[in-house]
């Protein structure tokens, strides 16, 4: 197997298939039914934001820290604060999900089940005119300004543009993030990063170990430099002992990068 072949075959089982996926989404059909029955009027809408959406969520086997975020939009006609609402959705978890681990990590409501983790994150809209602007906690006391749907839509231009490469790339970085770099960078902004950076990647990037190296270059600052030098090193080592004719050493040095499970 050439070392671009299982770059791609890796990043393929990253994506979560089949009955885990249709599991994940009866789970989040119940999770809006029991939100909308419990908190009636108070709640706008629930909406899947996150990894989950854009495509870019590992499997728990590949992370088990995985999880889906739920942005569940409130009315707050009295201006409270995110506690208030982190602890309505906290009791609401506790009342609803009795046999499940719930707790508060801030400033998310952490809902534990037995095959997906949930973050519940409670929002306000802020633009009657907008359908792309909430505020979210940024602690227990104060909002964030955010726009899922905008970095979204970067995501998925960014990956047509680069003949659909960049999903996988970015489920590949961040399996290295956490085997090799030992979780060192936020999730969020590798994604972010990529998507901003590598927008035009297709003018210079052709394989996938072409982009996985602009990658890493372009997550520098967010990550340690020796490791993301010792990555790069060891893809090229790779590609140039499949140049020589040798495959197997080629794959065995590709995986100390990216492992198998």
């Not at 409130?74 to 681990?101: C, G, H, I, M, V």
């Amino acid at each position: 197997m050439s070392v671009d072949s299982y770059l791609a075959n890796l990043a393929s089982e990253m994506v979560i298939r089949d009955s885990k996926k249709e599991s994940i989404s009866l789970s989040i059909s119940t999770l809006h039914s029991r939100l909308k029955e419990y908190f009636g009027k108070d709640i706008i809408d629930v909406i899947k934001f996150g990894s989950y959406t854009r495509g870019t969520i590992l499997p728990r086997r590949y992370d088990d820290k995985s999880d889906v975020d739920i942005m569940i939009v409130f009315n707050n006609d009295y201006d409270y604060k995110p506690q208030t609402f982190l602890d309505r959705l906290k009791k609401f978890a506790q009342q609803k999900y009795s046999t499940s681990y719930v707790y508060q990590s801030n400033p998310t409501i952490v809902l534990e089940l037995n095959h997906i983790k949930l973050e519940l994150v409670p929002a306000v809209k802020i633009y009657s005119w907008s359908d792309d602007y909430y505020n979210i906690p940024y602690n227990s006391s104060s909002w964030l300004v955010t726009r899922p749907k905008a970095f979204d839509n970067l995501l998925v231009e960014c990956n047509k543009n680069n003949l659909n490469k960049i999903k996988p790339i970015v489920r590949l970085i961040k399996h290295w993030n956490i085997v090799n770099n030992y979780r060192d960078a936020d999730s969020y902004q590798l994604e972010k990063k990529i998507a901003e950076e590598m927008k035009y990647s297709y003018f210079s990037c052709s394989s996938y170990s072409d982009y996985i190296k602009q990658a890493l270059q372009v997550i520098r600052l967010y990550s340690s430099e020796y490791r993301i030098d010792l990555a790069i090193s060891r893809i090229d080592k790779a590609l140039n002992l499949e140049a020589e004719g040798y495959p197997y050493s080629a794959e065995s040095e590709i995986k100390k990068v990216f492992p198998g499970i």
